[in-house]
């Protein structure tokens, strides 16, 4: 793996939060590494700026879903007023294309893709889980599951 590539992985364990020691030793360079391209390419402010990012695209989307479950909200009551007043009503349904949409909105915030990003928060609570068990045997399998998230991002780039 070129150096260009590990500094590429190394940014997106960064952008997550890995701790930059774990960045290291999955990579098998110098922590001095980590700490030199995170300074130096200035993931720290990219990070915190991805961040503020994600939880401002977060809120709009929470907005509109609230907007959207208000509108229909009020369809609904003036729909029961109006059979209320007449029982002969017809009772009005939803249009299919708004629960369509606020079932879109609600899974961009709420579903989770596999992402590489969950892939490897996923293998560090399993070797975490493992060490709390057998240290011994989580020791033996942290070279491995580096090995396999390596390979995981490759695959999952093509």
Avoid: C
Avoid at 9 to 32: C, H, Q, W, Y
Avoid at 56 to 64: A, E, Q
Avoid at 96 to 109: N, P, S
Wanted: overall charge negative; charged content about 30%; aromatic content about 6%.
């Amino acid at each position: 793996m070129s150096n260009r590539d590990k500094k590429e992985i190394g940014k997106e364990l960064f952008m997550i939060k890995i701790p930059a020691n774990e960045i290291a030793r999955i990579l098998d360079v110098s922590a001095t590494t980590v700490s030199n391209w995170t300074t130096a390419e200035g993931w720290h402010e990219e990070r915190a700026g991805a961040i503020s990012r994600k939880r401002n695209r977060m809120d709009l989307m929470g907005d509109l879903i609230d907007y959207q479950l208000e509108a229909m909200h009020q369809r609904v009551k003036a729909n029961r007023q109006a059979i209320t007043d007449d029982p002969e009503a017809a009772l009005v349904l939803i249009d299919k294309g708004e629960v369509d949409a606020l079932a879109k909105m609600f899974a961009t915030i709420k579903g989770k893709e596999l992402s590489w990003a969950n892939i490897v928060g996923i293998v560090r609570e399993l070797v975490e889980f493992i060490n709390a068990k057998s240290p011994d045997l989580a020791k033996a399998i942290v070279p491995y599951s580096d090995d396999y998230l390596v390979t995981k991002r490759e695959v999952m780039q093509q």
